[in-house]
């Protein structure tokens, strides 16, 4: 069947021949290496998190805001935060795109999630640059 | 048609409650469940520096919840879907660039991931605590 708008002439086109034609939507492959840079980022930066968390277990409001006025720490935890917050939007698209059925609760949770991701990643770095910004 | 009855009744291919998953299906669909669970505890994340940043008193109500033992119980899962995610996500780069691929390979991996899950679990409480 010729759908296309071949004016009657069947095209020789073969159906892959065709889908190469049309192409991908382009973004995919941003996404897929977006995915796979923020996770190496996130190995070293998990590390340093989780040994900060140790080494700020037992503490109050005065060590942390000690230890987060050290500029390497406030920087790191911003790309820790920055990076995270990526790495989890991406990472729910996926999910979401692979098992909501529905077309338009796939594309609402999709848009739900990334605002959601992005407003956490804003209160969480100013929340870090408040504290290590303080007098 | 009774022949037909017959054959339509059987498993014709390995659906999900029939076909026994190998354990590195099992894996898979763990870190799709670990990074769900990884995305909802950056609302802890989110809460313990927004405390902070709202003061002393709001740190302290953070402080006082993380160190509940509910609050322990959430932070231990937490390490455990963070470790898990952060080993079997070591595992995927090494895929990504074409390695491992062969069956023996990923059953040695398979180890690898939970080992290395359970051992960095144990070493950051223990590290903590003791």
Redesign the interface.
Known sequence: MSGSSNSGSRSLRSPLGHARGLGSAKEGLHHWWMQRLTSIALIPLTVWFVVSLIQLRQSGFEEYAHWIESPLNATTMVLFLGVTFHHAQSGMQVVLEDYVASHGLRVASVIAVKLICTALAALSIVSVLIVAFRV | MTQAAKSSARPLSPHLQIYRLPLAAWLSITH?IT??G??LG??L??WW??A??Y??ES??VF?DFISSPFGLFILFGF?VA?FFH?CN??R??LW?VGKNFSIAATKTSNTFVLAGTVILTAI?WL???F
């Open positions: 799709r990074g769900i990884l995305t950056t609302l994340l989110t520096v927004a902070a940043a003061g002393e740190y302290d402080a390490s963070l952060l996500g070591l995927h780069l990504d950051a590290v903590a605590y």
